[in-house]
């Protein structure tokens, strides 16, 4: 489903896209087993191509790519909604687990 998702059906099976789609697999399963809310698997998707987009386009080193991280995840918890006091995307120990899953 992944693979229609990305719409990799057309195109011949290749190591790169089959990397791609492990990648995103991998990040999805982990997120529904943390529980994560669909909102919060969302933005967690969202997180892995921001990674995945400044390790390949911006050659960025495991420590900058964290502090990206940090950046991005402080301002995913500055949406209208958590402004209004509605939600929380991530608690403390859903980011510590997010960081580690990163590492």
């Known amino acids: 489903m992944l693979e229609e998702f990305l719409d990799f059906t057309r195109l011949k099976?290749?190591?790169?896209?089959?990397?791609?789609?492990?990648?995103?697999s991998a990040g999805f399963l982990w997120a529904k087993e943390m529980n994560f809310s669909l909102m919060q698997i969302s933005v967690f998707m969202d997180l892995l191509n921001f990674i995945l987009e400044n390790i390949r386009d911006k050659h960025m080193t495991l420590g900058d790519n964290l502090k990206e991280l940090e950046r991005a995840m402080t301002e995913t918890g500055e949406t209208e909604s958590e402004q209004e006091g509605d939600l929380?995307?991530?608690?403390?120990?859903?980011?510590?687990?997010?960081?580690?899953?990163?590492v």
Do not use: H, P, V
Request: charged residues 20%; proline residues 0%; aromatic residues 22%.
């Open 13 to 24: 099976t290749s190591c790169r896209k089959s990397i791609l789609i492990d990648y995103y």
């Open 88 to 102: 929380n995307f991530f608690s403390i120990e859903q980011a510590k687990a997010i960081i580690d899953y990163f």
